[in-house]
């Protein structure tokens, strides 16, 4: 079957950075997409990946190892507002998206 | 990124009632929308695929006859709730992707359906 794994619930600190990882076993692999969910949102779109390596954008990256099925998304300079959920996708051979449950970043003064 | 909007962004409707939900994507062409149902602290749950022009892809457990789904034109997508009852209170999302299979889905805000 097609699974998605992600830790449930972090917490760091404002400032900190955190690594939020992701693995993934799936049929297929067309790319990795990360998206941010705050609470009572809808989720918007943070990263893709599809190729192995580091993709960064401003204060969050994305690394991607297919080898592996692993994945993991990097918050630096941690700010309140980034507390929410990160949900992990895959789009497998059908182009559909697998979608991990979802990480829960608590951000504490 | 591209923009979808939704709407309505909340409905109360009385049991029995048919709620009508659209999703627009605004500045490209959608071949392809998704809804997704998400009750509180779950994960996002797809219930069906879209594309324009043809009959939705519906998930198992998904009744089809109960969730009417209408992608008429490439950047609309009408989701139907009909005779709603208070278990179908939810949190409901709509996503929309390019020409290409492999593009991104973008979201629209998400409409909150209560049912009394």
């Known amino acids: 079957g097609q699974n998605i794994d992600q830790p449930t619930e972090m917490t760091a600190t404002e400032g900190a950075i955190v690594q939020i990882n992701c693995t993934y076993q799936?049929?297929?692999?067309?790319?990795l997409f990360w998206y941010q969910q705050h609470a009572g949102e809808a989720p918007t779109f943070l990263s893709y990946?599809?190729l192995d390596g580091l993709e960064e954008k401003g204060r969050f990256s994305s690394f991607l190892s297919r080898s592996k099925g692993y994945s993991y998304l990097l918050l630096k300079e941690l700010q309140m507002k980034d507390s929410a959920s990160y949900l992990c996708?895959?789009?497998?051979?059908?182009?559909?998206?697998?979608w991990g449950a979802g990480t829960k970043l608590i951000i504490k003064p | 990124g591209a923009v979808v909007s939704q709407h309505p962004s909340r409905v109360i409707c009385k049991s029995g009632t048919s709620v009508k939900i659209e999703c627009r994507s605004l500045?490209?062409?959608?071949?392809?929308m998704f809804w997704y149902r998400q009750f509180p602290k779950q994960s996002l749950m797809l219930m069906a695929t879209?594309?324009?022009?043809?009959?939705?892809?519906?998930e198992q457990g998904v009744e089809k006859d109960k969730f009417l789904i209408n992608h008429a034109s490439l950047t609309l997508s009408t989701l139907t709730v009909t005779s709603a009852h208070p278990e179908d209170s939810s949190f409901y999302i709509c996503?929309?992707?390019?020409?290409?299979?492999?593009?991104?889905?973008?979201f629209g805000p998400g409409t909150r359906l209560l049912v009394l």
């Open positions: 996503s929309a992707r390019g020409l290409a299979a492999q593009e991104t889905q973008y």
């Open positions: 500045d490209f062409q959608a071949t392809t």
């Open positions: 879209s594309n324009e022009g043809s009959k939705a892809t519906y």
């Open positions: 799936t049929s297929g692999f067309n790319g």
């Open positions: 990946n599809v």
């Open positions: 996708a895959v789009m497998d051979s059908n182009y559909q998206l697998i």
